[in-house]
């Protein structure tokens, strides 16, 4: 048999439900299969056209869609379709390609001789289009399994190795050999001084190196024009982000938005099971975020990445249709926000030319706190190595921070109307003012400095050098834990904005000129409470941003009963897809989206759970104000 035929029979025998086959069976399908390829946003199958083959997944991703248009399903490698248009003749589910995609085309008449004569296999094709239909019908509930899925379900073989001293030629043929995409790096030299980096392959220990992917082949090896025998070694990422094998899907997928990586080894313990790779994790994460990250780091200007918009809020409104909760969007939402602003400041050094110091680009509040929606404005700064000379190198990071905030701007992240940008000059420091405006904030708090804690105390690094602004958050965790007058007065500016509740638990409601009958969910919902778990957590000396992980470290040093946590839960997760939704249905009904909801157009049971969380939260204001009792403030410098 051809080596071809071999590839195709040996591809076929790994996916269900070819798997079950005999031998001679895959032989004869091999043998018969014709091979397509299709580039990404091509169509694969339009709806009533003529089908004759059962179509095979061999290498991409592919989206499958009822009549009316609506996402049915999302393929990936060693799935099948079309089978339900074969007996007819006619496309029921149209089909195209989100990458570019390599396809089998299986003749009908095989197809059918393979139900006919293996059980097993027309139970799989017949029961497949029912599982599908049950999980589209079955939405309740549907986005929680990326929380329960496990990466290890994802691993489907070992990972391949080789030598630290490998070539790159060896080495991409070794990744041919196997059909991967990536390589684990080893070096069978090392003692093992770093146990967390163990392998155990072909009953020897050795230690992992790196990584090396096909895409590092394409920019490291290929652009570079490096010779055959260069050592892997120059060319591999060192020490890549890792995956324990318990974690779930969602988090895998989180950590690729949020460092734009493609491949994930997955250690079981300390040691390395298999790699995942992007389109392991599509067939689950049915929100396309991953693509649309993908498509910003590939986009080459200002104006191309502000073609995006459009599907950065489709993002949101399917995320919101298959009803994905609130943690899972705002993640992904700050993931896609990150990504925006990482390939505007890498826009920007090719422009204006590598940074004269380092530094590194802070996201401030939502962001960082990985809860950002469809609405928000731009809060950033930057903190620059302390070796920053303002008459030497500022002029490159105004330039800098223009352009980016420019670019945000353009992209839907409006500009802060209280100046809070790097663009600012005042946020745009060495790290040694910034240690100063931190100490000086908690030392001597007044209206103004708190109004910064609440904007700058939850940050997080974007771009560049990350540890210049991790020693802020060590800073701010050391030293707020310990100063009682700044928490006692940050507590009570988290105070002033009191949920939208009358007597006899009537709602408080606003107009804004042209509503009436409105409250702002932002302002006097998920701000305030926001703002109390910020002081909780600051009292438990926690790094944490993410308000459910801050109350994750508010449990654990059981500052709060777990009743009260849970109930705080509750009430954030509520008032967030309250709010997500109904930025959702803004976007579908082609309204600019707000936070601004009318309760009379809510059902009676969603009114009353709103009061409820509102009760809530009025309920926790007043623990604040008696765990933090009110302390004179400092008049402003």
Same mark, same amino acid.
């Given at each position: ?11 076929? $025998? ?12 895959? /032989? ?50 060693? /799935? ?21 995609? !390599? ?15 293996? /059980? ?46 490998? $070539? ?68 591999? $990422? ?49 929100? $396309? ?87 928000? /404005? ?29 670019? !945000? ?40 400095? !708190? ?107 059981? !500052? ?78």
């Amino acid at each position: 048999m051809q080596i071809e035929l071999i590839e195709i029979r040996d591809h076929l $025998s790994r996916f269900p439900p070819f798997d079950a086959l005999p031998e001679e069976t895959l /032989d004869e399908i091999a043998q018969q299969v014709e091979v397509a390829y299709f580039k990404a946003g091509t169509d694969i199958l339009i709806y009533g056209a003529d089908i004759q083959d059962l179509h095979y997944v061999r290498s991409g991703a592919v989206e499958i869609y009822r009549r009316n248009g609506t996402l049915y399903n999302r393929l990936t490698e060693g /799935d099948v379709f079309g089978q339900f248009g074969l007996r007819q003749h006619r496309v029921r589910y149209p089909a195209k390609a989100i990458e570019d995609s !390599l396809l089998y085309f299986i003749p009908g008449a095989l197809f059918e001789q393979l139900c006919d004569a293996h /059980d097993s296999f027309a139970d799989f094709v017949e029961a497949g289009g029912q599982s599908r239909l049950k999980s589209a019908v079955e939405t309740q509930g549907k986005a929680s399994e990326l929380m329960k899925i496990k990466v290890r379900k994802l691993i489907s073989r070992q990972p391949v190795t080789v030598a630290l001293g490998c $070539s790159v030629q060896e080495a991409a043929r070794v990744m041919t050999e196997n059909s991967v995409s990536s390589l684990i790096i080893v070096d069978p030299q090392a003692n093992i001084a770093d146990p967390e980096r163990v392998l155990v392959a072909e009953q020897q220990t050795q230690v992992m190196a790196g990584i090396i992917t096909d895409r590092d082949f394409r920019t490291r090896v290929v652009a570079e024009g490096l010779a055959p025998d260069t050592p892997v070694s120059q060319v591999m $990422s060192p020490n890549p982000i890792t995956m324990q094998a318990d974690d779930s899907v969602f988090e895998a997928m989180l950590c690729m938005l949020r460092q734009n990586i493609h491949h994930l080894p997955v250690l079981q313990r300390r040691r390395p099971i298999g790699v995942i790779n992007l389109s392991d994790i599509i067939k689950y994460e049915s929100q $396309s975020s991953l693509y649309l990250v993908n498509n910003i780091f590939n986009k080459q200007s200002v104006a191309e990445l502000q073609a995006l918009l459009p599907d950065l809020r489709a993002t949101f409104v399917r995320m919101v249709s298959d009803e994905a909760n609130a943690h899972m969007i705002g993640s992904a939402m700050s993931g896609i926000g990150r990504s925006l602003t990482q390939r505007l400041l890498e826009l920007a050094e090719q422009q204006f030319g590598p940074p004269p110091v380092p530094y590194c680009f802070m996201a401030l509040g939502s962001m960082a706190r990985d809860e950002q929606l469809i609405v928000t /404005d731009q809060d950033n700064a930057l903190v620059l190595d302390n070796s920053f000379d303002p008459r030497v190198h500022d002029e490159y990071f105004l330039q800098l921070a223009n352009f980016v905030s420019d670019g !945000l701007a353009a992209c839907g992240y409006s500009y802060c109307k209280g100046g809070i940008m790097a663009s600012n000059p005042k946020w745009r420091q060495p790290l040694r003012v910034w240690r100063g405006y931190f100490n000086q904030w908690i030392e001597q708090p007044n209206p103004e400095t !708190l109004l910064n804690s609440c904007i700058f105390f939850d940050l997080d690094s974007v771009y560049g050098e990350a540890e210049l602004a991790e020693s802020l958050k060590d800073l701010l965790a050391e030293k707020a834990s310990r100063s009682p007058l700044f928490l006692a007065s940050l507590a009570n500016n988290a105070l002033n904005r009191t949920p939208p509740l009358g007597f006899f638990r009537t709602f408080v409601m606003e107009t804004d000129g042209e509503q009436k009958n409105i409250i702002n969910l932002k302002g006097r919902g998920t701000a305030p409470l926001t703002d109390l778990i910020r002081v909780h957590a600051l009292a438990c000396g926690s790094k944490a941003q993410n308000s459910q992980e801050r109350l994750d470290a508010i449990a654990a040093t059981k !500052l709060l009963p777990q009743e009260a946590i849970t109930r705080l839960r509750y009430t954030l997760e509520f008032l967030s897809i309250v709010r997500i939704r109904h930025q959702a249905m803004d976007v579908q009904e082609g309204r600019e989206p707000d936070n601004y909801i009318e309760p009379e157009k809510f059902s009676a049971t969603d009114r009353h759970n709103l009061k409820e969380a509102f009760q809530v939260l009025s309920n926790a204001q007043k623990f604040l104000r008696f765990r933090y009792p009110a302390q004179p403030l400092a008049r402003p410098l």
